[in-house]
């Protein structure tokens, strides 16, 4: 199973960017999808997940500018990212908690991360 994160670059405050997490490999059923991010010198910090039926949870400093979804057909977690701010800085990893076969507990996966760059 890989996750394949596309979508980071550059972009000015108050700008947006929407990244895409993709999940490929042999999966029965992948449980919760998220997305963390990491600055440099600071530990790997939640930002949102969604559950398969779609229930939300988001960090408190992108509340009402962050947005997670997924489309459960393509395997696929999606951040869209507005009002973005230069704290929001930072290498963008997706995860998710997979089931390779039914009779198999979920594992855990990280994608390689994207890099987010918000500066004027």
């Known amino acids: 199973v890989q996750l394949q994160a596309s979508g980071g670059g550059l972009v000015q405050p108050g700008g947006s960017l929407r990244l895409s997490c993709a999940a490929s490999?042999?999966?029965?059923?992948?449980?919760?999808m998220g997305w963390y991010r990491q600055a440099p010198g600071t530990q790997r910090e939640l930002v949102a997940t969604?559950?398969?039926?779609?229930?939300?949870n988001y960090a408190d400093s992108v509340k009402g500018r962050f947005t997670i979804s997924r489309d459960n057909a393509k395997n696929t977690v999606y951040l869209q990212m507005n009002s973005l701010e230069p704290e929001d800085t930072a290498v963008y990893y997706c995860n998710s908690d997979i089931r390779r076969r039914s009779f198999l507990i979920p594992e855990n996966y990280w994608g390689q991360g994207t890099q987010v760059t918000v500066s004027s």
């Open positions: 490999g042999s999966i029965f059923r992948i449980d919760v």
């Open positions: 969604i559950t398969s039926g779609g229930l939300t």
